[in-house]
């Protein structure tokens, strides 16, 4: 593996993770971990900060998205190194044939 392949894996994990944190802390139907970080008297009321949490979520997920497409690219795997020789034999192996009798049957 290359060293660019390495690093957008590592950041596609990095992200990932802060992805995971950031939808644990976003309100669903009940009372998501964001309750415990947000007064009601703070200057970010609770709608701010829902807005701003699924502005990360989605920010997370197209940066996931740009640097997965990305990374395919950038592996070593080319098709001109596949030996089609190889895979044609495991497709059709190679029997041996059994003789043939050409003498007409006599009866």
Not at 58 to 87: M, R, Y
């Amino acid at each position: 593996m290359n060293a660019l392949f390495t690093t957008l894996v590592v950041l596609i994990i990095i992200a990932s993770i802060l992805l995971i944190l950031v939808v644990l802390l976003q309100n669903g139907k009940g009372d998501g971990l964001a309750s415990n970080f947000v007064a009601g008297n703070q200057t970010f009321g609770v709608r701010q900060t829902a807005d701003i949490l699924e502005k990360i979520t989605w920010g997370l997920v197209a940066f996931i998205a740009v640097l997965s497409i990305i990374a395919s690219f950038t592996t070593n795997t080319k098709s001109s190194e596949i030996n089609v020789d190889s895979i044609e034999n495991v497709a059709e192996p190679e029997f041996p044939s059994a003789p043939v009798d050409t003498a007409s049957p006599e009866e």
